[in-house]
Structures are given as structure tokens and as C-alpha cells.
């Protein structure tokens, strides 16, 4: 039972730092176009957040029994999914770089379950198919996307701001500004809102795996009458688990994150409100869309590539190569790092007596 209590903290702690981590996914334009300041911007991600979040649990579905063989997992194995996963994300967010919460926690998992399988690659699923008939497993719900998901959005992103262009261009600039300034405030609630459905699942699907895990293994045997329905783990179901990572993502947003809302918003590409719009209206498109589908997208590369798509459509040098290559190696590098993390803290813990 204790560990369990250490891994849901583990996994709350995980979920607070996304939301300040990732809350310059939702705010970074709206802050950058000045249609509202950093504390109003922070208080709208974090409201539209909270109700994103309590949108559906397809998501974590996905990354609760979708992604590695629950037979092989332990209380262990997920505890030290989480600890890769926030130790990039601490990283990432000291050093201002906008990269993948998704991808960090699974890594780690994925690291951390090679770790307890002892090398078996098998314990990864790659590919196939759930109970509905629908594909599922590693390819089709983190790595295609993770590749198609940035080139939608540069895409999409261009496209939708060329079209923007074409229909105001007549319009003087002070028009434009006022009102898409207005509109603004809609695509970045939209955009929160597409966040917390995506995001804060991810922390419900750990959950569930860690209901599950201790459940077989026998770690609610022995408790009180009154906690009995942990014995249950259909319970993650229930409206606390949810409300529990909406609100705990809510308040991590709420804290902000301005290393990496300085990146996204002031050093990649100068944005006005009608590009903020652009921006933010196709990632969250995106987001949505995988949402409903349980694909736990990277909200980061589909804002991150949507901006890059806008301001490419301004001209091509308007966007900053250079910090974006910088982005894009976090990118790149996530997934085997925090793998790497997630094998070796599993590794550590075992070493000191602990599976």
C-alpha cells in the first residue's frame, strides 16, 4: 500500500509539472500578441485546462494497458517511468525548450518495462489491435504520429494563414488587430481546452496501470474496510481520479512556466494576433482530433510546428532556424533519454531491494 501512495504522489508531482511545463502551449501567442497579459493568459489555460481534462478517458486508456505488457509491470516499473519522465521534464524546462511531456512518460515507461522484463523487447507493443478492432500499440499511437503530427501542423498552420491572408489583406492593420485579438481569446481557450483532453489523461492512464499493478499483486489485501474500492480498479473511472489530475494539472498551469513561454512566444517567430489565431486554432484542431481518437499526442510539437508553419507563411526568414533546430533535438532526443532514466532507476531501485 505504501508504495502505491508513493507512485499516485509520483504520479500527481508528474502532472504538475506538464501543467506548467506545457502551459505555454495554450498561452504562449496570446501573451506574445499582448491580447492579454501573462497572469490573465495563465488563469485561461488553466480554466479551460481543468475542463479538457474531464472530457473522456480514451487517452488514457491508451497509455494505461495500450503501449507495454501489463504482466511485466510493477509498482517499481512505474514509479521509475514517472521519474524519467519528470527529470526531462525539468531539464527541458530549465533550459527553456518546449519538448514532449507525452513522449518523456513513454519513454520512461517503455525503459522502465525493458528494465523489469530484463531486456525483452517483446514487452513493448508495437502493433495491434484492441478489442474494438481498432490498431493500437506503439506505432500507430506514438510513433506515426509523433512524425505526421508536426507536418499537419507546419502544414496547416501555413495554409490556414495564406487563406487568412487572402480575406484580409484589403483590412488596415489596426482593424486586424482588434479583431483577432478578440478571436484570439477563443483559439487559445480552444487550445487549452484540446490540452487538458490530451494531457492530463495521460497521468489518469499511470494511475490506472498503478490500480491495476497493485491490485494483482495484492497490495490492497490488507486494507481498511473503508478503502475497500481500491480493490476495484474500475474505480479510476469515477470523477475523483479525474477532478484529481484536472485540478492538480489546473494548478501546475496556473504556475506558469515562462522559460518556455519566452521561447515559444518571443523567440521562434514575431507573432500579431491574427498569426496567434492561425496558430493556435490548427494545433488545437489537431489535439482534438487525436483526442477522440485515444492518441496521446504531443501537444508541443503540434502548437511548435503550427507556429513555425505561420510564420514561414509571413516569409521564411521570419522564423528563427536556429532556435528551432535547438527544439527539435529535444525532440529527437526524448524518448531515448527518458528511456534511458526509466531502465536505470528501475535498475537502482532493484539493486537496493526494492521490485
Known sequence: MTIFLIVLFTALVFEYINGFHDAANAIATVVS??????????????????????????????????????????????????????????????????????????????????????????????????????????????????????????VGGALLMFLLTMCIHRLRPRLINMIFGKLQLVSAGFMALSHGSNDAQKTMGIIALALFTATKSGAFNEIP??????????????????ITCALTMAAGTAAGGWRI???????????????????????????????????????????????MGVGVAKRFGAVKWGVVERIVWAWVLTLPVCGAIGFLTEKVCNSLGYH
Not at 122 to 134: E, F, I, M, P
Not at 225 to 242: D, G, Q, S, Y
Not at 264 to 275: T, Y
Open 33 to 154: 500578441t499582448k491580447v492579454l497579459t501573462p497572469r490573465q493568459a495563465i488563469w485561461l489555460a488553466a480554466f479551460f485546462n481543468l475542463f479538457g481534462a474531464l472530457m473522456g478517458t480514451a487517452v488514457a486508456s491508451t497509455i494505461g494497458k495500450g503501449l507495454v505488457d501489463t504482466s511485466v509491470v510493477t509498482m517499481i516499473t512505474i514509479f521509475s517511468g514517472l521519474v524519467g519522465a519528470i527529470v526531462w521534464n525539468l531539464i527541458t524546462w530549465w533550459l527553456g525548450l518546449p519538448s514532449s511531456s507525452s513522449h518523456a512518460l513513454i519513454g520512461g515507461l517503455c525503459g522502465a518495462a525493458l528494465a523489469s522484463s530484463r531486456g525483452d523487447w517483446s514487452v513493448l507493443n508495437w502493433a495491434s489491435t484492441d478489442a474494438k478492432g481498432h490498431a493500437a500499440g506503439l506505432w500507430p499511437k506514438v510513433v506515426l504520429p509523433m512524425v505526421t503530427s508536426p507536418v499537419i501542423g507546419f
Open 261 to 307: 513561454i519566452r521561447t515559444m512566444g518571443h523567440k521562434m517567430v514575431k507573432l500579431q494576433p491574427v498569426h496567434g489565431f492561425a496558430a493556435e486554432t490548427t494545433a488545437a484542431g489537431i489535439i482534438h482530433v487525436a483526442s477522440s481518437f485515444g492518441i496521446p499526442l504531443s501537444t508541443t510539437h503540434a502548437i511548435s510546428t503550427s507556429i
Open 225 to 242: 474496510e473503508w478503502l475497500a474500492f481500491l480493490r476495484t480498479p474500475e474505480f479510476v473511472v469515477n470523477k475523483w481520479v479525474v
